[in-house]
Every structure is written in C-alpha cells, then in structure tokens.
C-alpha cells in the first residue's frame, strides 16, 4: 500500500514537484517550501503565478506578479534571471541548453544561458507557453490560435490558427503535434509536417491539466468525471479513434493529470482531494488517496516514478510514496 506524507499549507499551490530528490512546493502567495530534513521556506515573489522543472530536474523556475523570473535550486539558494518591473509573468517554461521561456502581456521572451534575451510580440496576450522537444522553437498560446517562433532566428512566425481563446499549449514528445486547450471546454490539435487540425471535443468543463505519457503515444486531460486519454500512436494522431476514459468516480471531477515518466500509467487527481493512478494497457486502477480537503491542482512524479508530489487549491499538499 502506498503511505502518504501530508503536508498542510496556506494558500493555492501552483507547483508540486521534485528537484533533485528534494520535493518542492510552490504557492500563489510568493513562497516557495521543501523538504529536506525538515521543512524549509523562502519568500520569492510578491504573488506567484506560474512555476515549472527545468528538464533535467536541478532548478525550479517560477514567475510573479512582481515581474521576476527566479531560479531556485535544490537546496534552497535562489537567482533572479530576469526583471520586468510593473509586469506580470503570465507563463513560464524551461528548455534545452538552459534557455527559459516566458509570457507578460503580448510578449513572449526566451532567456538564453548566457542572459541575452529575445523577444517576440503577439497581437494578443500570451496564455500559454512551450518549449519544442529540441531546438529553441517555442509556441504561444493567444485569442485564435498559436504562434512558433526559433530564438535566435529572423524568421517569421508560424501562426497556428484556429477561431477562439487558446490558454495552454503544449508540443508531444517527438516534435511532431502541438497541442493547445481552450476556453470552449476542447482541446485543438496541430500537426506541424502538413497543418492538419485535430480537434478533441466534448469535455463538460475546461481543460487545465495536460501530461503526455513517457513515450508520447498518449495525452491525458483533465475537464471530465475521468482523465480522457487520446492516442497519439499513428499518423493521424487521435482523428476517427476513441479516447479512454480513465478513473470515473461518480460524479467526482478530474482536475489534473500526470502521466508516469517510464510507464503508460497516468495519476489522476480530483475535486474532491482524492488521487488515483490508472494503468493505460487495461485500465486497472489503483487509489492512491481516498480524499482531501480541496481539488487537486498540481501532481509530479520524482525521477524513478515512485514518489509523486501533490499539491491543492486550499494548500493541502503531500507526498505520496509507492515503495511501501
């Protein structure tokens, strides 16, 4: 049986995750706490609102209503990468050669190793932002589609498009789709080699969680009573096939997905607190936590894939431990 350490905090966690082995957890209020032989914390935003691993696990990178964009390692030390003072940073993701992409306003800017920065304006606000599998390539989430842009290059965008409010994006594992949710409750789909649209509709409520399994053959959403599953596995990704629906509890609402990082299973956690991890070859499920005391809004395994830090919207966070 999988034995869980709870961790009760003050406020709506944006990120729970690992750096290194060490689990980290970071809160909307501008603090970031780990535990390391105890319970640690640092104050590093005023208001925190987006946070992400970089790829190879060693920092957490955060962004804040104050305009920063901080680097935070392992044991706790911190390093101020970039300042937009009177800004907000809307999104953040980490990328290959320790680049970092970031949103506020319109723009879209990606922080090179080195501190140099390049910027790309949309004619929208950015919502969402991704890093390519490899290379500098990002895309941006806007109102009516998304836009891909090379660090580095003068080459015009790659407009993406398609009619409404695009909020998150996200590229698959081998470069080859681009992914996007929206507000009309669906996700939409690119396929970058000809443009083909895929779109995933018939979610009751939004989409605001996404995971792709380890090797990309499947993506996992939240918005449902189950974790809608599509397969990516042929060329035409999930057109004319049928998603799974994992984990159905009732009534109960999925509220976030995060897919295993060597095995085609997928923890699914819900409104009510509880977590559940289902297996994607037969469906066989396995509760991990019964309830809790607010939906779950964030979930990362460790490295191995036998921890997975957990975090909610009222601060009810943990650690839930499957080598028992």
Not at 121 to 131: D, L, M, N, S
Not at 133 to 149: N, T
Not at 178 to 184: D, I, K, P, R, T
């Amino acid at each position: 049986m999988p034995t869980i350490a709870p961790l009760d905090l003050d406020g709506h966690c944006i990120a729970a995750t690992f750096i290194g082995t060490v689990p980290f957890f970071a809160l909307a209020e501008g603090s970031v706490i780990w535990l390391d032989h105890g319970k640690k914390e640092v104050i590093i935003h005023d208001g925190l609102l987006c946070a992400a691993r970089d790829g190879q696990g060693r920092w957490l990178l955060t962004g804040g209503e104050d305009g920063k964009i901080v680097r935070t390692s392992a044991d706790g030390r911190t390093e101020t990468l970039a300042e937009n003072p009177g800004k907000w940073i809307n999104c953040i993701a980490a990328g290959p050669e320790d680049a970092v992409a970031f949103s506020t306003g319109r723009s879209s800017v990606v922080r090179n190793a080195d501190g140099s920065l390049t910027e790309f304006q949309e004619q929208r606000t950015v919502e969402g932002i991704a890093f390519a599998p490899k290379g500098l390539r990002i895309a941006a989430a806007r109102y009516d589609g998304v836009s891909l842009h090379w660090a580095g290059l003068q080459a015009p965008a790659v407009d993406l498009e398609w009619k409404g409010a695009h909020t998150q994006v996200i590229f698959s594992p081998d470069g080859k789709y681009v992914v996007s949710s929206m507000q009309e409750n669906a996700l939409h789909g690119w396929r970058l080699d000809d443009g083909r649209h895929m779109r995933m509709a018939g979610y009751p409520s939004k989409v605001r969680s996404m995971s792709w399994s380890a090797k990309g053959k499947w993506l996992a959403s939240s918005g449902a009573p189950a974790a809608i599953v599509w397969p990516f596995s042929g060329k035409d990704g999930p057109m004319g096939k049928k998603p799974l629906q994992l984990g159905t509890r009732g009534d109960a609402a999925v509220t976030c997905v995060a897919c295993h990082p060597t095995d085609d299973v997928v923890a699914i956690g819900y409104a009510d607190g509880a977590i559940l991890a289902a297996r994607l070859s037969d469906s066989k499920e396995a509760m991990l936590r019964h309830d809790g005391k607010g939906a779950i809004s964030t979930m990362q395994w460790d490295g191995k894939g036998v921890q997975l830090a957990f975090g909610a919207e009222t601060g009810d966070c943990g650690i839930i431990d499957l080598t028992a």
